[in-house]
């Protein structure tokens, strides 16, 4: 135990005070939390009280630094979370934030899928989209859920596009239609689009340069 002998405004940050125990700087934390507990020169601390104002202190800091990275991009529950053990801050408290994080709708798994996926359905088939998110830690339910929601036919005219596109630059370099065909089905399977949407489109592609010429 010891007696609060000082508290001083910080003079970089004026939300934040410095706290002097029996004349030694003892610790560092929020205005609010001053105010809150009625903490005021000449009251007396013990280990339990500055353990709580530190927790508080320290809930605060991780839960403002989680809302500023959701105001550059949203996350999912395990990307914030990996953004926030980057920061320094304990699991316990990272916990408490992301509870208040999901019960205020600002994480939400299920609509970060459908966002990602309305995004990269542009130019990715379901394969890629689908081990993107697991990476990103949603369950398989939620993503099994949202790939069930994609038009096949607007992922084909999608597939199109671009194999359109590639197949252009491939015939720069390669005058074999069998090798052609081949890079640009394995191109699409990169993207991420399964066998059958694959060989439809190479198909197709080929088929329409054919005509052309």
Do not use: H, P
């Not at 198909?203 to 329409?208: A, D």
């Amino acid at each position: 135990m010891g007696k609060i002998t000082k508290i001083e405004v910080q003079n970089k940050n004026k939300e934040r005070v410095n706290i002097y125990i029996d004349y030694n700087f003892s610790f560092a934390c929020d205005i609010e939390f001053i105010y809150k507990l009625g903490i005021k020169v000449n009251d007396f601390l013990d280990k339990s009280d500055i353990d709580e104002v530190l927790k508080d202190d320290e809930l605060k800091k991780c839960k403002n630094s989680a809302l500023k990275i959701i105001e550059k991009s949203y996350k999912s529950k395990k990307e914030m979370r990996e953004k926030l053990l980057a920061k320094g801050f304990t699991n316990d408290i990272i916990n408490s934030v992301l509870n208040f994080l999901e019960e205020y709708k600002f994480i939400d798994d299920t609509k970060y899928a459908t966002l990602y996926i309305k995004d990269k359905i542009k130019n990715q088939g379901r394969n890629k989209i689908k081990y993107s998110l697991i990476k990103k830690g949603l369950s398989e339910d939620i993503i099994e859920e949202n790939l069930e929601c994609i038009d096949k036919e607007y992922e084909k005219e999608q597939a199109l596009s671009i194999a359109i596109k590639r197949y252009e630059i491939l015939k720069k370099r390669e005058d074999d239609k069998y090798k052609l065909s081949q890079k640009l089905f394995r191109f699409l399977a990169t993207k991420g689009y399964d066998f059958e949407c694959c060989s439809e489109i190479v198909k197709k592609v080929v088929k329409r340069q054919d005509i052309w010429e």
